[in-house]
């Protein structure tokens, strides 16, 4: 469910800046393929999420030489 609030949250904020309402028409694939890959996989956002954080630390160490 938080996937879906930070999707609508991002699009909001687009629409808001740029005052072009094809933004508004951008969540509807975007919210049609998260909707359907949360209803497929309910833990498909905490996957998300950890995949994030370890490719977060993972690439912080990418610049050590031995």
């Known amino acids: 469910m938080a996937l879906f609030y930070a999707e609508i949250a ?3 904020i687009l629409f808001v800046q740029t005052e072009n309402l094809f ?12 909707y359907w890959l949360t209803i ?4 498909f956002s905490s996957i998300l999420r950890a995949r994030a ?3 977060r630390l993972w690439r912080d160490n ?5």
């Open 53 to 55: 954080f370890r490719y």
């Open 10 to 12: 991002v699009v909001m």
């Open 40 to 43: 497929r996989d309910e833990n």
């Open 23 to 34: 933004m508004l028409l951008l969540i509807v694939p975007l919210h049609a393929l998260f």
């Open 62 to 66: 990418s610049s050590y030489n031995p």
